[in-house]
């Protein structure tokens, strides 16, 4: 499985005096099993070209390709491709809508045409990997659980449908830090247990750092940066100019650097300059 996109450009309201180019020229691949997260300020196309990658929307030229097939020429079946890639839209809680937990994760299962049994095989087992308790929570209604608990059942709605790609919109937005961590936790179950192309898109630095395999940062339509996230953070100037920020662990050992030249840091994590302090102390202790 693979997504393939070549030269991607979108426009909102052409020809209208309201006219803006969305995406200008975006080309990228991510292959099998690799996690891309995608950053960029407010207003960067970065939700406009995570709706291209399942077919929501049509651009105005270029094209996307899902496991070889292109989607945008007209000729693919959306309905397939969208089993294919699943797309969870920021805030997906607000899209529950079932009387029980269950029902509302089997809803998309039911449209796929499958036996009973395996609906209940794939509800039960989507519940279970975004890290509810299926006996206990099955038959409560949606509306009543934490908001953590919502967005876990939301997703768990599009995992059942055994998708090749998950997509996520701002996964963690608005959590508490419990709720955060669960999610996150959720996304590395999912990675390892299904090994499926996953593509997130968050405003969190150390989420995008921590969990990415290849970084894409978007700015006025286009593709600014890419690369492994060592290499993307590394470009801290270049980053704080399009309103973005290196992680915070990142952004402290700059500050420590600053005032001790001989600490070089390329640190992304809390526990990686944790490790470069120490290493630094036992150095420099015996001087």
């Not at 955060?180 to 390892?192: G, K, N, Q, T, Y």
């Amino acid at each position: 499985m693979s997504i393939e996109v070549k030269d991607l450009r979108y426009v909102y309201n052409p020809g209208m005096p309201g006219e803006t180019v969305a995406l200008d020229g975006v080309s990228f691949e991510v292959r099998d099993g690799e996690i891309l997260g995608v950053i960029g300020h407010t207003g960067s196309g970065k939700s406009t070209l995570l709706q291209h990658l399942n077919g929501l929307l049509k651009p105005a030229s270029g094209d996307v390709y899902v496991d070889g097939q292109c989607i945008t020429d007209g000729k693919a079946k959306l309905v397939e491709i969208r089993r294919k890639v699943g797309l969870v839209f920021q805030y997906p809680e607000y899209q529950l809508f079932e009387e029980t937990v269950a029902k509302d994760v089997a809803f998309g299962p039911k449209n796929l045409g499958l036996s009973e049994e395996e609906i209940a095989d794939r509800v039960k087992n989507a519940i279970e990997l975004v890290g509810l308790d299926f006996e206990a929570i099955k038959d409560s209604s949606p509306f009543e659980l934490s908001g953590g608990q919502k967005r876990r059942v939301a997703i768990a709605g599009v995992i059942a449908m055994h998708p090749s790609v998950l997509i996520l919109d701002e996964p963690t937005a608005g959590l508490d830090p419990s709720a955060h961590a669960d999610v996150l936790s959720m996304i590395r179950r999912i990675h390892e247990s299904m090994g499926i192309i996953i593509i997130f898109v968050s405003h969190n630095m150390a989420d995008i750092a921590d969990m990415s395999d290849w970084v894409i940062v978007m700015d006025h339509g286009r593709i600014v940066l890419r690369g492994k996230p060592r290499e993307v953070f590394s470009h801290g100037e270049m980053l704080s100019g399009m309103g973005l920020a290196v992680t915070p662990a990142r952004a402290i050992m700059n500050r420590i650097s600053a005032e001790i030249p001989d600490l070089k840091s390329d640190a992304l994590t809390i526990d990686e300059a944790a490790a470069e302090l120490r290493e630094y102390i036992n150095r420099t202790k015996n001087i």
